[in-house]
């Protein structure tokens, strides 16, 4: 009893631990030599591997053995953690007692260590008659140590012996040995008292950039009688020289739990720079132990020699990835480029798809463009947050990746990325999808081409339909109309949209705004709607490429691109109407013609006003709110004049026609003869302008030929034209009484075409009187206020001068003007004698 308690004491000054457990004989990395033959065309040759199991057991009593079953080491970067297992064999017919023996580990020079047990074999005590067990012992070594540098000993507790050890054996393994588990042989381990039967199903590599991806399927098999768990073990790729990589498990490989005799392969994968070779690799399982704080090889197995070789799944594939009880499909839609001088922008059209019968969360998927010159290019995943899938539910999202004009654009490969453990200590991210890329669409020159992409709601077709480059009062506006079409039969739902445009390759994305005609974001079964983005550049910049990008709004602050367009070269010119020649505007529910009615130019003294009529017809079939327009006058020279518009405020009926009136005051010098208007519907914020609203920019332009020719100045009085009035004087009468003041008295006709309707009228008649001695005198008339609509009417007004005191005879001319924005035009001009009459 007393020795008993000395050998305690002694082992527990010794430090003995315990970690994980070996099945016995399963420890030894093959327990049996192993053949194999390789043919050639004159003779066959057999190579015997040796392994522990070549190694004779140790006699530690008449009839019990210990075995040198299975030997590891993981290299650290200042030591190696030596594990070795011995199996006890009790041959005896009684019970063994286990803390009579120990084991200690030298090099053949006589270094020596200090070896403990693992805590899992602590309580080891006592072996019975006819049974076996596993001790495994851990030990610090030199970092550059190999296994067949070590001598492993026997000792058995000898308190009659000097140093009280009797050695009663020791392993030396020869340098020819195989203490690894052999490639393509499984290799049983006791992990909580569970026999889990591993073995290497499948070992792939491919190249990424500067590091090789090696990927590894681990099977494991519950060879036992009880559930077994993920004991979180780690596992470790360790190359030729002895280095070794962390592998990554995916979400499959973590958190799960193995019935009895079944099993589950592992998806494992680690990163190893170019520079290492891939040949004589191992894997090793490692366990982090709490006692001694030490990471323990637990066991090492042997893989087989791999070459590189693509893993991506190939174009318009599905990828099946499994997630939890549920499974998702991943493939890529469809991709396209958009080249520019300095980078090019690549968009593919990623489809998710739930395949199981279970909701799904998705992780935060990261993405990598991998371009065949090996570059890795990271990818905005904002998009990612926060997607749940129901069961079949199917989702789109845009993916767009940068790429330098100086990297190849040329077949690039999609990664997709598991994120990152919040505790991992390196950046790498488990690709569980790599996607080949499909024919890649160029999208230059893109106006008038319809594309199609599928998206959640269903397959929905784009056009740039125009682009357009237009004058405004502090820069021009460059509006970009992109028609969105719904070719099938259900309605769909559009997403909340914004727009960017970029003009050689830089954003304007202060004053960017996307602008929408139809304030539902419902698009009916055959189908289409248009939306606008319009933004601000200086009036000065020349540019020779715009891109246009529509973006899907996801939460409060996060967008991912829907669609984008590319146009090379300067914006194209604007559609010419030649004059008298109908613009019609296609906006949906807005539909109307439009027609030069008249323009000309009122002469002033300092500048003049050049002035249009248009004639605007709605083309709806239904009463409907009628564009506010907006637009400049410009110049043979390309100066332009931003118009001031008239028009009117209430509703137009089918086929009703209306007045719009356009203005701008222009300098003298500027030739008016072939100058054009530009004319567009008005936009105030995000939408088209409604009645009565300011307009802060325009879409939709044409370029107007105006024809300016002024009214017909008339040498008399009758049918003067101040359209949509006419009006005809006479019988006109200025009385001279003796005094200084003057009666003019005239009868009118005045008719008003009312086919049109008009706004707020801005036009009167200037009635001029030029005495023959030079003086003027002038009237005001407005139509239907002073001057009724009507035949037969009468008016007049009094003028006064000293020089009519003691007047009885004279002549004098009536010039009636058009009178407008404080300009006049002659309408029609006639002389006439005063007549007298004394007044008593």
């Known amino acids: 009893m007393l020795k008993k308690k000395k050998v305690s004491a002694l082992a527990a000054t010794l430090g003995i631990t315990m970690l994980l457990t070996s099945s016995h004989g399963a420890m030894a990395a093959?327990?049996?030599?192993?053949?194999?033959?390789?043919?050639?065309?004159?003779?066959?040759?057999?190579?015997?591997?040796?392994?522990?199991?070549?190694?004779?057991?140790?006699?530690?009593?008449?009839?019990?053995?210990?075995?040198?079953?299975?030997?590891?080491?993981?290299?650290?970067?200042?030591?190696?953690?030596?594990?070795?297992?011995?199996?006890?064999?009790?041959?005896?017919?009684?019970?063994?007692?286990?803390?009579?023996?120990?084991?200690?580990?030298?090099?053949?020079?006589?270094?020596?260590?200090?070896?403990?047990?693992?805590?899992?074999?602590?309580?080891?005590?006592?072996?019975?008659?006819?049974?076996?067990?596993?001790?495994?012992?851990?030990?610090?070594?030199?970092?550059?140590?190999?296994?067949?540098?070590?001598?492993?000993?026997?000792?058995?507790?000898?308190?009659?012996?000097?140093?009280?050890?009797?050695?009663?054996?020791?392993?030396?393994?020869?340098?020819?040995?195989?203490?690894?588990?052999?490639?393509?042989?499984?290799?049983?381990?006791?992990?909580?008292?569970?026999?889990?039967?591993?073995?290497?199903?499948?070992?792939?590599?491919?190249?990424?950039?500067?590091?090789?991806?090696?990927?590894?399927?681990?099977?494991?098999?519950?060879?036992?009688?009880?559930?077994?768990?993920?004991?979180?073990v780690k596992f470790v790729v360790k190359t030729a020289n002895g280095a070794s990589y962390p592998l990554t498990a995916d979400p499959t490989s973590t958190d799960y739990k193995i019935q009895p005799q079944d099993n589950k392969t592992l998806n494992l994968m680690t990163q190893i720079p170019k520079s290492i070779k891939l040949n004589k690799m191992e894997i090793q399982l490692v366990q982090d132990d709490e006692t001694s704080k030490l990471s323990l090889p637990i066991a090492t197995m042997q893989l087989p020699n791999v070459a590189n070789k693509s893993l991506a799944v190939e174009a318009n594939t599905d990828k099946y990835i499994s997630l939890g009880n549920g499974k998702i499909a991943v493939r890529i839609n469809g991709a396209t480029m958009l080249q520019s001088f300095d980078e090019h922008n690549l968009s593919m059209h990623l489809v998710l798809r739930n395949t199981s019968g279970t909701t799904v969360k998705l992780p935060k998927y990261q993405f990598d463009?991998?371009?065949?010159?090996?570059?890795?290019?990271?990818?905005?995943?904002?998009?990612?947050?926060?997607?749940?899938?129901?069961?079949?539910?199917?989702?789109?999202?845009?993916?767009?990746?940068?790429?330098?004009?100086?990297?190849?654009?040329?077949?690039?490969?999609?990664?997709?990325?598991?994120?990152?453990?919040?505790?991992?200590?390196?950046?790498?991210?488990?690709?569980?999808?790599?996607?080949?890329?499909?024919?890649?669409?160029?999208?230059?020159?893109?106006?008038?081409?319809?594309?199609?992409?599928?998206?959640?709601?269903?397959?929905?077709?784009?056009?740039?339909?125009?682009?357009?480059?237009?004058?405004?009062?502090?820069?021009?506006?460059?509006?970009?109309?992109?028609?969105?079409?719904?070719?099938?039969?259900?309605?769909?739902?559009?997403?909340?949209?914004?727009?960017?445009l970029k003009v050689d390759q830089a954003k304007l994305t202060s004053d960017s705004k996307l602008i929408t005609t139809q304030g539902a974001s419902l698009l009916g079964g055959n189908m289409s709607t248009d939306v606008y983005v319009v933004s601000k550049v200086p009036s000065y910049l020349s540019f020779s490429q715009i891109q246009v990008s529509l973006m899907q709004k996801i939460g409060e602050n996060n967008t991912s691109e829907w669609m984008q367009f590319s146009h090379v070269g300067a914006a194209p010119e604007l559609t010419t109407i030649a004059s008298g020649e109908i613009y019609s505007i296609d906006t949906e529910g807005r539909k109307e013609g439009i027609r030069v009615l008249r323009s000309f130019v009122y002469n002033g003294a300092g500048s003049d006003l050049i002035y249009t009529d248009l004639e605007v017809t709605n083309k709806e079939d239904h009463q409907v709110d009628l564009s506010q327009f907006a637009g400049s006058y410009q110049a043979s020279g390309g100066q332009t004049y931003k118009a001031s518009v008239s028009q009117i405020e209430t509703s137009a009926g089918p086929e009703e026609k209306s007045v719009v009136t356009l203005w701008a005051k222009i300098p003298k010098k500027i030739n008016t003869n072939e100058m054009k208007l530009i004319i567009g519907e008005g936009i105030t914020d995000n939408k088209l302008t409604a009645v009565k609203e300011v307009p802060t920019g325009y879409i939709n332009a044409a370029t107007l030929e105006l024809g300016i020719n002024g009214p017909n100045k008339r040498g008399n009085l009758s049918d003067l034209d101040l359209f949509p009035y006419t009006l005809t004087i006479k019988n006109v009468k200025a009385t001279l009484s003796g005094s200084t003041s003057v009666n003019l008295n005239f009868e009118y006709n005045q008719k008003r075409d009312m086919d049109y309707n008009i706004g707020e009228f801005g036009h009167k008649y200037l009635f001029e009187v030029v005495d023959s001695t030079g003086r003027t005198f002038e009237k005001e008339f407005s139509p239907e206020t002073d001057l009724k609509l009507m035949n037969g009417g009468s008016a007049g007004f009094n003028f006064e001068d000293a020089v009519f005191q003691d007047r009885k005879i004279g002549s004098y001319k009536l010039n009636i003007y058009d009178v407008f924005q404080g300009q006049k035009l002659l309408l029609g001009t006639q002389g006439f004698n005063y007549y007298y009459k004394s007044v008593d």
């Open 369 to 500: 463009l991998q371009t065949s010159d090996g570059y890795r290019l990271p990818i905005d995943s904002q998009v990612m947050e926060n997607i749940t899938l129901q069961p079949l539910e199917e989702k789109t999202i845009m993916l767009n990746a940068t790429i330098p004009a100086n990297v190849s654009a040329a077949d690039p490969q999609l990664f997709m990325n598991l994120p990152p453990a919040e505790d991992a200590k390196d950046n790498f991210s488990y690709p569980v999808g790599v996607f080949a890329m499909p024919e890649i669409q160029s999208m230059q020159n893109m106006i008038g081409q319809k594309q199609f992409v599928q998206t959640t709601q269903g397959l929905v077709g784009f056009t740039l339909s125009s682009l357009q480059r237009l004058p405004w009062s502090d820069g021009d506006l460059v509006a970009a109309r992109i028609t969105i079409y719904n070719p099938s039969y259900k309605t769909l739902l559009l997403p909340e949209l914004t727009g960017q």
């Open 30 to 232: 093959g327990t049996k030599t192993t053949k194999s033959t390789t043919k050639s065309t004159t003779k066959q040759s057999t190579t015997t591997v040796h392994t522990l199991a070549n190694l004779k057991p140790v006699n530690i009593s008449a009839k019990s053995t210990a075995a040198l079953t299975d030997v590891n080491i993981l290299t650290l970067d200042e030591e190696s953690i030596l594990t070795y297992t011995l199996t006890i064999k009790n041959g005896d017919g009684k019970t063994l007692d286990l803390l009579d023996y120990w084991s200690k580990v030298k090099t053949a020079n006589g270094t020596k260590y200090s070896a403990t047990l693992m805590t899992k074999d602590k309580d080891k005590k006592k072996l019975s008659a006819g049974s076996s067990t596993t001790l495994t012992f851990v030990a610090k070594v030199g970092k550059n140590t190999k296994i067949s540098d070590l001598v492993f000993q026997v000792i058995k507790w000898d308190f009659n012996q000097a140093g009280y050890e009797s050695l009663k054996g020791q392993f030396k393994i020869p340098a020819s040995y195989l203490t690894s588990t052999p490639a393509n042989q499984a290799k049983t381990l006791k992990v909580f008292d569970t026999p889990i039967k591993t073995k290497v199903n499948q070992v792939a590599a491919f190249a990424s950039g500067d590091y090789n991806y090696v990927s590894i399927g681990l099977n494991l098999q519950n060879v036992g009688y009880k559930i077994f768990e993920d004991p979180k």
